[in-house]
C-alpha cells in the first residue's frame, strides 16, 4: 500500500491581506532605499560621483577656474586645481584662509612654490609663472582630518572665493 494514498493533492492556498500589505510596504520601502542609494551615488556622497565636483568659473585675470571636490572623506586626498589663463606670466599668489588650514593639511603644492607665509589669517603662496601654456593649473593635494562642513575664502591673486566643502566621516 502506498503511504500517499489516503492524503490530498490539492492545495488549498488562502489569500492572507495582512501578509499582501505587509509585502506591499517592504517591496515599497527597498525600491525607496535603492533609489536613495542611486541619488546619493550621483551626488557623490558614496564616492567620486558627478555632482561632488565643483567648478567656479572666472572671467578675466590669470586665474581662469578653480576646481575641487565638494565632498571628500576624511583623512583622504583630494586635489584643488586652480587654472592658468594661457600666456599669464609673473608672479601670482594664493591664500588659503585659516578656517581651512585649521581643517585640511596640504600634503602637496605642484609647481612648487617660491615662498610660503605663514601667518594668523591663513598660508600664502607666491608661485612664479613664465609664460602658462594652455591647460595650465596649480595643483594643492589636500587630506582633511575632522569631519563636517568647510566653508573658506581662497583668494587667487586679489580675487577671493568662498569655498564650501563637506567631508564625510
Same mark, same amino acid.
Given at each position: 500500500?502506498?503511504?500517499?494514498?489516503?492524503?490530498?493533492?490539492?492545495?488549498?492556498?488562502?489569500?492572507?491581506?495582512?501578509?499582501?500589505?505587509?509585502?506591499?510596504?517592504?517591496?515599497?520601502?527597498?525600491?525607496?532605499?535603492?533609489?536613495?542609494?542611486?541619488?546619493?551615488?550621483?551626488?557623490?556622497?558614496? %564616492? *567620486?560621483?558627478? &555632482?561632488?565636483?565643483?567648478?567656479?568659473?572666472?572671467? $578675466? #585675470? @590669470? =586665474? /581662469?577656474?578653480?576646481?575641487?571636490? !565638494?565632498?571628500?572623506?576624511?583623512? %583622504? *586626498?583630494?586635489? &584643488?586645481?586652480?587654472?592658468?589663463?594661457?600666456?599669464? $606670466? #609673473? @608672479? =601670482? /599668489?594664493?591664500?588659503?584662509?585659516? !578656517?581651512?588650514?585649521?581643517?585640511?593639511?596640504?600634503?602637496?603644492?605642484?609647481?612648487?612654490?617660491?615662498?610660503?607665509?605663514?601667518?594668523?589669517?591663513?598660508?600664502?603662496?607666491?608661485?612664479?609663472?613664465?609664460?602658462?601654456?594652455?591647460?595650465?593649473?596649480?595643483?594643492?593635494?589636500?587630506?582633511?582630518?575632522?569631519?563636517?562642513?568647510?566653508?573658506?575664502?581662497?583668494?587667487?591673486?586679489?580675487?577671493?572665493?568662498?569655498?564650501?566643502?563637506?567631508?564625510?566621516?
Amino acid at each position: 500500500m502506498d503511504a500517499r494514498s489516503g492524503t490530498s493533492t490539492d492545495l488549498d492556498l488562502d489569500v492572507n491581506e495582512a501578509f499582501d500589505r505587509r509585502w506591499r510596504i517592504s517591496e515599497c520601502a527597498i525600491i525607496l532605499l535603492l533609489c536613495t542609494l542611486c541619488f546619493a551615488g550621483l551626488a557623490g556622497l558614496l %564616492g *567620486s560621483g558627478p &555632482m561632488s565636483h565643483a567648478f567656479v568659473h572666472f572671467q $578675466s #585675470g @590669470t =586665474i /581662469t577656474d578653480i576646481r575641487y571636490e !565638494r565632498i571628500v572623506r576624511n583623512h %583622504g *586626498s583630494s586635489w &584643488m586645481r586652480l587654472g592658468l589663463a594661457a600666456g599669464t $606670466s #609673473g @608672479t =601670482i /599668489t594664493v591664500h588659503l584662509d585659516r !578656517r581651512m588650514i585649521h581643517s585640511v593639511a596640504i600634503e602637496n603644492v605642484v609647481p612648487t612654490p617660491l615662498s610660503e607665509n605663514v601667518s594668523d589669517r591663513g598660508v600664502t603662496y607666491v608661485f612664479n609663472v613664465a609664460n602658462a601654456e594652455e591647460g595650465a593649473s596649480l595643483n594643492l593635494k589636500t587630506s582633511p582630518y575632522r569631519f563636517g562642513v568647510i566653508e573658506t575664502t581662497l583668494s587667487a591673486g586679489n580675487r577671493p572665493v568662498n569655498l564650501v566643502q563637506v567631508v564625510l566621516p
